[in-house]
């Protein structure tokens, strides 16, 4: 099972293209609804164009997808830079709620561009940035089920930043839960070691539950037909079973143990469905109702 690099998928966030009289109504008009559009007037023989455009490229990638660049070259696509009459270039009008709201004709300072950006870019509130929309779309695509979405999504992610905890976390988790644990621990490899995220602490965990796990349960199985009071037994059987992935199973088990004897063999049976917690996830129902179980046990 390989998801990584699959379905690259366009450039995070397009915050920074070239338009055409026919996309102008989407790029433009529909896109300010949602957030506030830059658009630039030039063309390939204007000098000044050639001096601003790099400046409005730099303050608007800085701004981290709270204003989007759009670039019309007039030669090739006249019809709204007529209707705007614009008279000389380079000519840029900032674009709010579907009409234009701002602009100015000519070169300016960098300084001036990036406080022309800024102060739009004040008016569409917090920025979220492409990768934590990315982010945001993998969250979201795990709650209905669809794995392969979120592994794309993720996937994007790391080709904008490898590092990035959550992603990676998220890409651990996913092949951890198809049953894929040696990839899983190739994408933990890839973490810094310093990285902190619930994902990769649950997959850490998971793993030390597959590399602790007895590979047989039919002997502890028949010392528990024998002996029901055999914590030993039901304690490698809870191994078994959470390596395996059968985590609700491991916490009953382990549950039991504590209510016959909190304090055997070091706590051992408490410390294990810490573990078994971990690798379900702090959220997931396994760990919320075993919490609640074992806080039953230990305070009755």
């Known amino acids: 099972m390989s998801l990584i690099g699959e379905t690259a998928g366009p450039p995070a966030g397009d915050i920074i293209k070239d338009a055409t009289d026919a996309s102008f109504m989407t790029d433009v008009v529909e896109a300010s609804k949602t957030v506030p559009v830059i658009v630039d007037f030039w063309a390939t023989w204007c000098g000044p164009c050639r001096q601003l455009g790099p400046a409005l490229e730099k303050a608007v990638t800085a701004a981290k997808g709270a204003v989007r660049l759009v670039k019309v070259d007039i030669d090739k696509n006249p019809a709204y830079a007529g209707e705007l009459r614009v008279q000389s270039i380079p000519a840029v009008f900032a674009f709010v709620d579907g009409r234009p709201v701002d602009g100015f004709m000519g070169a300016l300072p960098d300084s001036q561009v990036k406080a022309f950006v800024d102060k739009l870019a004040a008016q569409s509130g917090p920025a979220v940035s492409p990768v934590d929309a990315l982010l945001d779309m993998a969250r979201e695509s795990l709650e209905v089920g669809d794995a392969g979405g ?79 009071d055999d914590h030993e037994a039901r304690f490698e059987l809870a191994k078994a079973l959470a390596g395996s992935g059968r985590l609700e199973a491991a916490v009953d088990h382990l549950l039991l143990i504590l209510e016959k004897d909190r304090a055997w063999n070091d706590e051992a049976a408490r410390k294990q469905l810490l573990t078994v917690f971990e690798a379900a996830g702090a959220g997931s129902e396994i760990a919320r109702q075993g919490r609640r179980r074992l806080s039953a046990i230990l305070f009755s």
């Open 150 to 228: 979120a592994a794309q999504a993720y996937a994007q992610v790391l080709q904008e930043d490898p590092a990035n905890a959550k992603a990676l976390g998220g890409m651990a988790k996913i092949y951890m839960s198809s049953g894929d644990a040696e990839r899983a621990r190739e994408i933990l490899a890839m973490a810094p070691a310093d990285a902190k995220d619930p994902d990769l602490d649950s997959v850490r965990a998971a793993l030390a539950l597959a590399d602790a796990a007895p590979s047989e349960t039919a002997a502890f199985e028949q010392r528990l037909a024998a002996d029901a």
